[in-house]
Each structure stands twice: as C-alpha cells, then as structure tokens.
C-alpha cells in the first residue's frame, strides 16, 4: 500500500502566504515525478506544478513567480510555497506522486492524496 498524507491548507486573505506538504510512506521503491494539481468549483482538475526526481520543475502559467515546488528525496516529501495568493487560487490541492512499488514494475503508476483546502479571501 501507498499512503500520501497532504497538509497545510486553510484559509488566508489575497497576497499573503501558505506552504502545503505531501508525505509518500509505504511500499515504495522509486518515486518519480511528483506534483500538485488542483480543482476548483466547477472546474476541472489542472496541474499547478511538478517536480522531477532530478530536481527539474514545470509550473502553470497562472502559478509562475509566486510559487515554488521542492521535494525531499531521501524523505520522499513534497512542498509548494505559496506566496502573493490571491482570490483565484482558492481550490482543493492534490498531491501526486507517480512511483515504483517494487524493482519489478515495468512502469511507474500514479497516486493521489486526499486533497486539502486552499482558499484566499480578498
């Protein structure tokens, strides 16, 4: 089993700060890239950034310049410093995590944490 454990949602007012984590535990050989997606009401799910295992990053558009993606690899953790937020980054923010339970797995599968709350009042 994988587990993936989010935390550091809540609710902030536009332009200030929030840092989200994402724990992977279980049975996990190797961790390829990791990511954050989110989905707001009403919309579909977009992907807000990644994190290859080499340290190679890829952001939205709309995310650009105010956030950051970094991982732990020895810890196999995430993190997305969120800063200068505003109204329209209010959603439900996804951890992913695309890994290799054992030596044996041709391909990497991909898993989802729970999801945790972002909202941003103006």
């Known amino acids: 089993q994988v587990q993936l454990v989010e935390s550091g949602g809540g609710l902030v007012q536009a332009g200030e700060s929030l840092r989200l984590s994402c724990a992977a535990s279980?049975?996990?050989?190797?961790?390829?890239?990791m990511g954050w997606y989110r989905q707001a009401p009403g919309k579909q799910r977009e992907l807000v950034a990644h994190?290859?295992?080499?340290?190679?990053?890829n952001y939205a558009d709309s995310v650009k310049g105010r956030f950051t993606i970094s991982r732990d690899n020895a810890k196999n953790t995430m993190s997305l410093q969120m800063n200068s937020l505003k109204p329209e980054d209010t959603a439900v923010y996804y951890c992913?995590?695309?890994?290799?339970?054992?030596?044996?797995?041709?391909?990497?599968?991909?898993?989802w944490g729970q999801g945790t709350q972002v909202t941003v009042s103006s």
């Open positions: 994190i290859t295992s080499g340290g190679s990053t």
């Open positions: 992913n995590v695309l890994l290799k339970r054992t030596y044996a797995d041709t391909y990497a599968r991909a898993y």
């Open positions: 279980g049975s996990i050989f190797s961790i390829n890239t």
